[in-house]
């Protein structure tokens, strides 16, 4: 007989996963929960957290409409050997016991919390949920286990990404993958070994963990960064055709810069390149700028960008300035990465794409001005839909006979345990 776990567990699952409105990341709403719930020891939330992912991984169509069909889903599919099989548990006849007083207290519910209202964000509307409760699946947790996360996504992916591709990759858990800051890597792996952690894998400079590790004290000290290896991927630069731009002599910009992680990447392996960051964000930026501090990298020339224009203030761009490699990081779906928050596909209206796609196209027309002739543009995503990477590079290549395409590709995947970039490399030829 299959072992489960009490009742009360599930129940307090079912009511975790039935409340959250997709309104905020699900990592901070089960935060709130285990506040609200501080007779739960460090167990207790880490099996309510894997069990809790487990359902969004996996979940393929099962309606939200009610707490009942997310238990019984729970009790079929989420047994003690499948637990401790996520928590790498050995596997013992042993059921976890969870006491009868431990009733989740439930943080949406204003008459039983303390967490400020504030920071909690009204309910988004059902309607917008992928699985809508319309579906007969819904009644049979077993109806669904041929069925894709991405399924109904389908007509949507990009040529060489498929529903078989994506449905191993999403029901995996992600692998944390970081890289040495401001110490070697060979220091930065001693550290991990003394403190206890395992190094699941290593590949060129990135050494990847579990997702349970706490990484601050080496993030927050300036001896790592986390970034995924598929971005990693993505940046090595050392055999494509822009490398030859990567010095103090040409100019750079990273015109969607974010938190600088693209920029990182790229100044680890060519430290003298004479780089410019931009954002829409001001304090992004600052952002970026100590991050750059702390890992003892060459600070950016910065200044802020609109999505549709410069903003004029005292560190706007020269609007002469021609840049001979133009990296963009465009906003976009984050359908590629999905797997780290797998909520959001539960969550997601199909017609953001095409909002994404638009403004994506928008950003590229706005920078092409500023690439000069013979330069280069790094097109980037972390999409895997189709209307976000071919079709908006082939948008642009129809609207500039003067532009080339050199190579366009995925990086990462679940062959190296990353997420999904989208990579294109254009260049201006006249």
């Known amino acids: 007989m299959t072992a489960i776990y009490p009742y ?7 009511t975790m996963l039935f409340e959250y409105d997709g309104g905020t990341p699900f990592h901070l709403y089960v935060k709130a929960c285990f506040k609200e719930n501080k007779n739960w020891g460090s167990k207790d939330r880490k099996r309510y957290r894997t069990a809790c992912y487990f359902f969004w991984r996996n979940a393929y169509g099962v309606s939200r409409q009610s707490p009942e069909i997310i238990l019984q889903w729970l009790q079929t599919h989420f047994t003690t050997a499948v637990g401790n099989q996520n928590l790498n548990i050995p596997t013992s006849n042993n059921t976890p016991s969870i006491k009868q007083s431990e009733t989740i207290a439930n943080p949406t519910d204003k008459s039983n919390r303390t967490v400020n209202t504030e920071s909690t964000p009204p309910k988004s509307p059902k309607s917008n949920r992928i699985d809508s409760g319309e579906s007969n699946q819904a009644d049979n947790p077993e109806s669904n ?34 890289s040495n800051g401001n110490i070697s890597l060979k220091g930065l792996q001693t550290q991990l070994t003394k403190a206890g952690i395992a190094i699941e894998q290593t590949q060129g400079n990135a050494i990847a963990v579990s997702a349970q590790v706490n990484l601050n004290p080496w993030v927050e000290n300036g001896n790592a960064y986390i970034q995924d290896i598929s971005s990693q991927t993505a940046m ?13 002599n040409t100019a750079l910009w990273d015109c969607c810069a974010g938190a600088g992680g693209k920029s990182i990447s790229l100044l680890k392996q060519f430290p003298t390149t ?4 931009s954002d829409v964000r001001s304090n992004i930026l600052e952002n970026l700028k100590q991050r750059f501090q702390l890992l003892g990298l060459k600070q950016p020339t910065v200044f802020t960008a609109s999505l549709n224009g410069y903003i004029d203030n005292s560190n706007s761009k020269n609007p002469n300035q021609t840049y001979h490699v133009i990296l963009a990081d465009v906003p976009c779906t984050g359908s590629g990465t999905w797997r780290r928050n797998p909520e959001n596909i539960h969550f997601f209206d199909s017609t953001t794409i095409k909002t994404f796609a638009e403004k994506q196209f928008s950003i ?9 002739i013979g330069g280069y543009l790094v097109y980037l995503t ?19 006979d003067n532009l080339q395409l050199i190579s366009e590709e995925f990086c990462g995947g679940i062959d190296i345990h990353g997420d999904f970039i989208y990579r294109c490399i254009i260049q201006k030829v006249n």
């Open 8 to 14: 009360i567990f599930y129940q307090n699952c079912a």
């Open 145 to 178: 286990k041929n069925y894709s996360p991405y399924q109904s996504l389908s007509q949507y992916l990009s040529q060489t990404i498929t529903t078989e591709i994506l449905t191993p990759w999403f029901t995996s858990e992600p692998l944390v993958w970081l």
């Open 236 to 248: 090595d630069w050392s055999n494509q055709p822009m490398a030859v731009y990567c010095h103090a």
């Open 274 to 277: 004479n780089l410019t960051c």
């Open 364 to 372: 590229i027309q706005n920078v092409l001005p500023s690439l000069a």
């Open 382 to 400: 972390c999409s895997v839909f189709a209307a976000e990477n071919e079709n908006t590079i082939q948008q642009l290549l129809d609207n500039h």
